[in-house]
């Protein structure tokens, strides 16, 4: 069992730079697979990034590649999300997920979910 809870996102200008934080509960955390998604108003859910659980294996959508980086601190049961060069399109609700599994791009595939937290990026 995982609970995830979000945190860090804001009101930014484009360029800027945000860190999201996903702080989890559970006695199992380091073993799961964590992912990184987006959801806009009136959109489907989108796939930013995952890292498996041992942190070696990241993957990201193309459209963030080269300006957001995932990562996880297992002793501190938290994975981040750094988000440079921000543009307009990043606007979103950014929610954190959980597998017990291998880390997967899919939203189907994830077990837990957090609340969200608005990143909203002004032009």
């Known amino acids: 069992q995982v609970q995830l809870v979000e945190s860090g996102g804001g009101l930014v200008q484009a360029g800027g730079s945000l860190r999201l934080s996903c702080a989890a509960s559970g006695r199992t955390f380091s073993s799961y697979a964590m992912g990184w998604f987006r959801q806009a108003p009136g959109k489907e859910r989108e796939f930013v990034a995952a890292?498996?659980?041992?942190?070696?294996?990241?993957y990201y959508a193309d459209s963030v590649k080269g300006r957001f980086t995932i990562s996880r601190d297992n002793a501190k049961n938290t994975v981040y999300l750094q988000m440079n060069s921000l543009k307009p399109e990043d606007t979103a609700a950014y929610f954190c997920?959980?597998?017990?599994?291998?880390?997967?791009?899919?939203?189907?595939?994830?077990?837990?979910w957090g609340q969200g937290t608005q990143v909203t990026v002004s032009s």
């Open positions: 997920a959980a597998r017990n599994s291998v880390a997967v791009t899919t939203a189907t595939h994830y077990d837990y």
């Open positions: 890292i498996s659980w041992g942190g070696v294996r990241t």
